[in-house]
């Protein structure tokens, strides 16, 4: 059994979904100095269209029990080091 699974935004809470988009746009250090009257709910949005485009997708890890929005980059370099570690014996 996989360790993660993937999460469809559909599947989500809108209040639960708007608080992990925001900890995305905190943690990958987003501007979010309100210049264009939008400010975070701006970055929310935008976050949203690209769930929907598939350019984001949001992660559960079983084993810690958190849930994560993650760029498909992010995904794939989180799961490469994941399999290297499985690999090594460090999993």
């Given at each position: ?36 009257g ?10 949203k ?35 290297d ?7």
């Amino acid at each position: 059994m996989s360790r993660f699974i993937e999460v469809p935004a559909r599947m989500l809470p809108p209040e639960t979904l708007n608080a992990l988009l925001e900890a995305f746009v905190t943690r990958q250090g987003y501007d979010t100095t309100d210049t264009s009257g939008e400010g975070m709910h701006g970055w929310v949005s935008e976050l949203k269209r690209q769930l929907e485009r598939g350019e984001l997708l949001i992660a559960h890890d079983i084993e810690l029990e958190q849930t994560e929005v993650m760029t498909l980059a992010q995904w794939r370099a989180f799961g490469r080091d994941l399999a290297d570690d499985e690999e090594e014996g460090d999993y």
